[in-house]
């Protein structure tokens, strides 16, 4: 097997080029490939297509790309954090196709398990199935883009009947993940919740690249423990002790005075 290491940010994803589509692992800022985000930005391609849970915050993650106003459409569930997500969508700058976070990992999943679509309960009987949902707005603050209707059938599951909607699978030209821990061969270990988008994202791209902040020899992790196997890897990156690790939304309790 060919090793996939890259020498760095920078090289894996020169080839990414204007108007891309990019499928973008994480969950918040938890498991953001920050490095190759920043890699991104500073080679100054536009134009971006984005798959992601979300587009990151005012200042991290998604966030600088989306700043920068590299990106002019996003396919997410959640996009409370960004108050620039925020004002490019209400101004008409940014496109929006919002879907509910379970189908976009199946929509993502199904891509890159060659399934070109499925149909799920979630959604029917609201604007994700009956279309009307604003994907852009024109400057004055009318709708200029809405969401079509969707198929809509009924179903005998389990000695029950109920109505689906078809979701359409999503694959994109590259994916961009961070991992725990990866080896030569592109086999990948996720940290917890930073796994949950990062696997069906990884698979949905055409080209995977994926940072990792502990590279290991081929042949070193227990099968059993890989997450996701190396054949949807094609290139891989060290990021030891380069990867930020901040905490998205700090609460703390007041101590006895009150302070």
């Known amino acids: 097997m060919i090793d996939k290491t890259s020498p760095s940010a920078a090289h894996a994803v020169a080839d990414i080029g ?16 920050s490095e190759l985000i920043d890699a991104l930005l500073d ?7 984005i798959v992601s849970n979300n587009c990151g915050t ?17 396919t997410a569930s959640y996009v409370g954090e960004n108050k620039e997500f925020e ?21 993502l999943r199904a891509g890159g398990a060659g399934i070109p679509a499925f149909f799920t309960r979630t959604g029917v009987g609201t604007l994700v199935a009956e279309g009307g949902l604003p994907q852009r707005y024109a400057s004055d603050g009318s709708v200029l883009q809405a969401s079509e209707a969707k198929e809509v059938r009924s179903f005998e599951f389990r ?15 590259f994916s961009l993940v961070h ?11 996720f940290n917890k919740a930073a796994g949950q988008f990062s696997v069906p994202a990884a698979m ?14 081929a042949g070193t ?16 990156v060290d990021v030891a002790g380069m990867h930020p690790k901040p905490i998205e939304k700090l609460t703390v309790r007041a101590d006895e005075e009150g302070h």
């Open 18 to 33: 204007d108007g891309s589509s990019i499928a973008v692992g994480g969950f918040g800022l938890s498991g953001n490939p």
């Open 43 to 49: 080679c100054g391609v536009k134009n971006l297509s």
């Open 58 to 74: 005012d200042d991290l993650g998604l966030g600088v790309l989306l700043a920068a106003k590299r990106i002019s459409k996003v």
């Open 87 to 107: 004002r490019q969508y209400l101004s008409g700058e940014l496109e929006l196709i919002l879907t509910p976070q379970g189908t976009l990992a199946e929509k």
């Open 159 to 173: 000695g029950v009947e109920h109505e689906y909607v078809l979701e359409e699978a999503l694959t994109t030209d």
């Open 179 to 189: 991992a725990a821990v990866g080896d030569t061969h592109g086999n990948l270990i």
């Open 204 to 217: 949905a791209g055409r080209v995977c690249i994926a940072q990792v902040e502990q590279l290991v020899p």
């Open 221 to 236: 992790l227990d099968p059993a423990q890989i997450h996701l196997p190396g054949v949807f890897v094609h290139r891989i």
